[in-house]
Nanobody
């Protein structure tokens, strides 16, 4: 079992930056696939970015070039650096983990087994 706790959300103006963190604890082992998802009310949860145990990354088209996913294995922490934020980035952001990466379906919530409680990001115009 893993426990995931997000932090770093908040309110920012368009064009600003935020860095989300996800602290991972529990039965940690090498090889976990990590990801960030986001969701707005009445919409489905959507994949934002993922990173595998080798450092390979994938991003949603809507955030490519603006967001960067990274991890610090020594600190058991996942990050999402978000730059050039837009109002449409407003959502609840969730950290997720899976025992292995399904590269073809990383953007689907069903590809992940463990979830944090979420952190709210609000971008004003």
């Amino acid at each position: 079992q893993l426990q995931l706790v997000e932090s770093g959300g908040g309110s920012v103006q368009a064009g600003g930056s935020l860095r989300l963190s996800c602290a991972v604890s529990g039965n940690i082992r090498n090889g976990y696939c990590m990801g960030w998802f986001r969701q707005v009310p009445s919409n489905e949860r959507e994949g934002v970015a993922t990173i595998d145990s080798d450092g390979g990354t994938s991003y949603a088209n809507s955030v490519k070039g603006r967001f960067t996913i990274s991890q610090d294995n020594a600190k058991n922490t996942l990050y999402l650096q978000m730059n050039s934020l837009k109002p449409e980035d407003t959502a609840m952001y969730y950290c997720a983990a899976a025992a292995y990466c399904d590269s073809g379906n990383w953007f689907l919530p069903n590809s992940f087994n463990y979830w944090g409680q979420g952190t709210q990001v609000t971008v004003s115009s």
